[in-house]
């Protein structure tokens, strides 16, 4: 090959490697916290300024990041999110989509927190078929599902069921809540089950990150639809007494990979 014919190639390829690096920048990651850490070493790591990551996490100081925080990394190409570090979903832009309508499908508070994570700097023109990346829970945990102080009126474990008398496994923790109590998500996540499921009445099942899952059962209200992304805190349902039930409460279940935990190894319970 001539040695101009080499140039022509090298330039080709500098032109569509630059274009490949615009087009991934306006994508953020989450970055977990690891020990040892330091920001401007995470700045350096994915190559974006110290002050942006800063910026976009809201954080105070620059000396102290806690150990697991997730990171917004902003403007981050999307390749480096291969290892799964990303705590949240993708959203495709779809024909008159705006960051306020899909701030709004994901409940998220502020369409400016979409704009800011991702980049973006004019919020008018999204392209379609351009991905949004809409973070997820910031917490770990999972959170009292009534917002009330919660009273135990059955226990997960096995028992003899007080209506049926059968003894079996109470997959889940029973909380007093006079009928019309607001039930809320405890964690975020997606609704995969939103109707009357036999002895549990009118219930409603989250799906959340890690393979975990949690359901609501007994409710007199649904509030939410399959397929419905919900955070955390968000009011999905009211309490009832619908299925077999003795009386007013709410059935709540925490499942890992499809199998009943005990509630009370993820909540504080009195
Ligand atoms: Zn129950």
């Known amino acids: 090959m001539k ?59 620059v000396d102290h990041i806690q150990i697991g925080k997730k990171l917004i990394i902003p403007g981050e190409a999307k390749t480096l999110n291969a290892g799964g570090a990303a705590d949240g979903t993708w959203h495709v832009v779809k024909d008159k989509d705006t960051l306020y309508s899909i701030a709004r499908k994901y409940n998220i508070k502020d369409w400016k927190d979409l704009q800011k994570i991702n980049n973006i700097s004019n919020p008018k023109h999204l392209k379609i078929g351009q991905e949004i990346f809409i973070p997820g829970d910031e917490s770990v945990g999972f959170e009292n599902p009534l917002r009330i102080s919660l009273v135990v009126t059955s226990h997960y474990g096995y028992r003899n069921h007080p209506v049926t008398r059968h003894y079996r496994l109470h997959e889940g923790i029973d909380f007093r809540a006079r009928t019309g109590t607001r039930v809320y998500a405890s964690k975020t996540g997606t609704v995969t089950y939103a109707a009357r499921k036999g002895g549990y009445g009118k219930t409603v099942s989250i799906q959340h990150e890690d393979d975990f899952s949690t359901s609501y059962g007994h409710l007199s209200r649904i509030y939410v639809s399959v397929g419905d992304f919900v955070r955390q805190g968000q009011v999905i349902g009211l309490s009832g007494n619908t299925g077999i039930s003795t009386g007013p409460h709410l059935h709540f279940e925490i499942r890992h990979k499809g199998k009943s935990e005990n509630p009370a190894r993820h909540l504080d319970l009195p």
């Open 3 to 61: 040695k101009k014919n080499i140039q022509i190639v090298i330039t080709v390829l500098l032109v569509v490697f630059a274009s490949t690096l615009w087009t991934s920048s306006a994508i953020a990651i989450h970055h977990k916290v690891k020990s040892g850490e330091t920001l401007s070493g995470i700045a350096k790591k994915y190559d974006v300024p110290m002050e942006s990551i800063a910026k976009a996490n809201n954080l105070k100081s």
